[in-house]
């Protein structure tokens, strides 16, 4: 018996099954999308042209959250398939195991899971960027796009900064206040009505100093040189989401977050979350092998219906656990791959105690 023939065969037909039903899972996805913003399009008056365009720059996100689905479905729509038509049965016969029939398919998601991974990291990440752009170009007409408002960020451990508009083309931050703290307590305070980037330093303008803790409390200051452990680059990012930079954007964004001494959990669960959630691929083939191979009976609704029930389940846990890394109830780490950790010992386990 010609084996590599049967896994052409076998990985066409899983391909043909993947794609379409990621081509469904888009078009849900897009409709769901257009019927919540209708009424915004609509308040805007934006053209077809220019909301067919954030539509456009969406699909690539929708792809890198509905590809684990579209695997777990086109798997078990396989596998039952290769059940009714009695094709399992016949290779068994011929002496081929269930688990030489799913080795094609966990290469498969081997490579899915990497090329998912650069996928969500270079094209997904782009467009996410893309697509909010437009959106503060047509939802926000009276806000210039190059402007950051409201930013508060930890300068080093002590120390605090907020501004209140940052113009990220010429470097510029306007209303600007500098707090020191010491156990919580408030030690001195600097505002300054401008602050602007300047040959790798930060200019303050306009500035007034008050200290609580001596007898000079307040002291107004011309023009000022300040050290500070942020760089024009930082407060732009501050605004920036995580899934608007790539996995190498992020961890350089982390580094210097750890290097002034400020608050990165957040961002350390968004980045383990990067590499998490595409091994989502490999769990869904394992569990799709595992739904359909276990009751060789199963109609193929109910097989579509468990595949759906698995994902949301797995969805679920996987936010969970995300929300977790957040809070500081578990490790950065852990929080984003429990949920895949459970699954792959569960799936495990399954498929060991099947007949083959």
Request: aromatic share 14%; hydrophobic share 45%; with cysteine.
């Amino acid at each position: 018996m010609n084996l590599l023939l049967i896994d052409k065969y076998l990985i066409w037909s899983f391909f043909k099954k993947i794609f379409s039903v990621l081509f469904v899972f888009i078009i849900i996805f897009l409709i769901v999308d257009l019927i919540e913003d209708v009424d915004r399009m609509l308040d805007y008056n934006l053209t077809f042209n220019q909301f067919s365009f954030i539509y456009y720059y969406s699909i690539p996100h929708y792809i890198n959250i509905a590809f684990p689905m579209a695997i777990l479905i086109a798997t078990v729509m396989t596998f039952t398939l290769m059940q009714k038509n009695n094709e399992i049965t016949a290779l068994k016969a011929s002496g081929v195991s269930i688990y030489r029939l799913t080795i094609p398919f966990f290469i498969i998601g081997i490579a899915l899971t990497i090329a998912m991974f650069y996928f969500e990291n270079i094209v997904v990440t782009k467009s996410n960027t893309l697509k909010s752009n437009l959106e503060k170009k047509y939802y926000n007409k009276y806000q210039k796009s190059n402007i950051n408002k409201n930013i508060i960020l930890q300068i080093d451990k002590n120390r605090t900064i907020l501004i209140d508009k940052f113009n990220f083309r010429n470097k510029t931050a306007n209303n600007v206040s500098i707090q020191e703290f010491e156990d919580n307590i408030l030690k001195s305070r600097l505002d300054t009505e401008n602050l602007v980037w300047i040959n790798n330093n930060w200019l303050a303008k306009n500035t007034i100093y008050r200290s609580f803790d001596n007898k000079s409390p307040f002291r107004s200051l011309s023009d000022t040189i300040l050290h500070l452990n942020i760089k024009p680059m930082d407060l732009i990012e501050s605004s920036v989401k995580p899934e608007e930079m790539d996995y190498w954007r992020l961890k350089s964004f982390i580094d210097r977050l750890k290097s002034n001494g400020r608050e990165h959990r957040k961002w350390l669960v968004d980045l383990y979350f990067k590499t998490a959630f595409p091994f989502s691929n490999i769990i869904m083939i394992l569990f799709g092998v595992v739904l359909t191979i276990r009751k060789p009976r199963t109609n193929f609704l109910i097989g579509i219906g468990l595949s759906i029930f698995v994902i949301f389940i797995y969805y679920i846990m996987i936010k969970a656990g995300q929300s977790a890394g957040y809070s500081g109830a578990l490790s950065p780490m852990l929080s984003v791959w429990v949920a895949n950790i459970l699954f792959f010992i569960c799936g495990l386990i399954l498929l060991t105690k099947t007949k083959s």
